[in-house]
C-alpha cells in the first residue's frame, strides 16, 4: 500500500511563493503519472498539475498556468509543486496522487493565501 506524505503547506501574502513536497512510499512510485490536486471550503476536490513518469511532459489547469510548476525526484519517490504569484483562491488543502487517484489519499498540506 502506498502512502502519501505532503508537506510545505502555510499562510503566505498574495503574490508570495511556496513549495509543496510530496514523498511516496511502498510501491514503485517512477512508473506512474503523478499529479497534485486540491480542496477549498465548500468545493470539490479538482486537479492542479501533472507530470509524467519521466517528468518529460506537464500538465496545468488553466487558474495555475504560468504560476506553478510541477516536477518530480523519481529516486526520491518525491514530487514537488513550486507555486509563484499566489492568488487568495489558490487558498486550499494541497493533495498529490496518481493523475487517476489511484492510491490512498495523504492528509494534504494547508495553503493558505492573504490578500
Known amino acids: 500500500q502506498v502512502q502519501l506524505v505532503e508537506s510545505g503547506g502555510g499562510l503566505v501574502q498574495a503574490g508570495g511563493s511556496l513549495r509543496l513536497s510530496c514523498a511516496a512510499s511502498g510501491r514503485t512510485f517512477s512508473t506512474y503519472v503523478m499529479g497534485w490536486f486540491r480542496q477549498a471550503p465548500g468545493k470539490e476536490r479538482e486537479f492542479v498539475a501533472a507530470?509524467?513518469?519521466?517528468?518529460?511532459?506537464?500538465d496545468y489547469a488553466d487558474s495555475v498556468k504560468g504560476r506553478f510548476t510541477i516536477t518530480r525526484d523519481n529516486a526520491k519517490k518525491t514530487v514537488y509543486l513550486q507555486m509563484n504569484s499566489l492568488k487568495p483562491e489558490d487558498t486550499a488543502v494541497y493533495y498529490c496522487?496518481?493523475?487517476?487517484?489511484?492510491?490512498?489519499w495523504g492528509q494534504g498540506t494547508q495553503v493558505t493565501v492573504s490578500s
Open positions: 496522487n496518481t493523475r487517476g487517484g489511484l492510491w490512498s
Open positions: 507530470i509524467s513518469w519521466s517528468g518529460s511532459i506537464t
